[in-house]
C-alpha cells in the first residue's frame, strides 16, 4: 500500500490549504489515520490531528481550532484542512495509517511527506 500527500505549498499568515492522502488501495480494519508534521530543525515529528475508527478526533493544542481532519473511505483518502495558518506551522507533513493485520504486529503506512510553509 503506497500513501500519496498533496496539497502542501507556500502561503501567508492567516491563509487556508488542505492537504490529502490517497492510499493505492482499499486499507481494511483500519485504526487510526493521523497527519504528523516536522517542523525545520525538529528531529521528531508531532501528531498534529488523528481520526480513530468510530471518527473521534484528536488535535494537538496548537492547532484546536484551526486544524480539521475527516476521511473519506469511499475514495480511500484522509484530508486535513488548515484555516489560519501560523509561521508556527510551517513544517513537512506526513499523513499516517494504521491497521490491523490478519497475522503479527499491526501495519504502518506512511506518506512521502508534503512541505507547507507558512509565510509572515
Known amino acids: 500500500v503506497q500513501l500519496q500527500a498533496s496539497g502542501g505549498g507556500l502561503v501567508q499568515a492567516g491563509g487556508s490549504l488542505r492537504l490529502s492522502c490517497a492510499a493505492s488501495?482499499?486499507?481494511?480494519?483500519?485504526?487510526?489515520m493521523g497527519w504528523y508534521r516536522q517542523a525545520p530543525g525538529k528531529q521528531q515529528r508531532e501528531l498534529a490531528a488523528?481520526?480513530?475508527?468510530?471518527?473521534?478526533?484528536n488535535y494537538v493544542d496548537s492547532v484546536k481550532g484551526r486544524f480539521t481532519i475527516s476521511e473519506d473511505n469511499a475514495k480511500n483518502t484522509v484530508y486535513l484542512q488548515m484555516n489560519s495558518l501560523k509561521p508556527e506551522d510551517t513544517a513537512v507533513y506526513y499523513c499516517?495509517?494504521?491497521?490491523?493485520?490478519?497475522?503479527?504486529?499491526?501495519?504502518?503506512?506512511w506518506g512521502q511527506g508534503t512541505q507547507v510553509t507558512v509565510s509572515s
Open positions: 488523528s481520526i480513530v475508527s468510530g471518527g473521534r478526533t
Open positions: 488501495e482499499r486499507i481494511s480494519s483500519i485504526v487510526s
Open positions: 499516517n495509517i494504521v491497521a490491523r493485520k490478519t497475522w503479527g504486529p499491526l501495519a504502518n503506512y
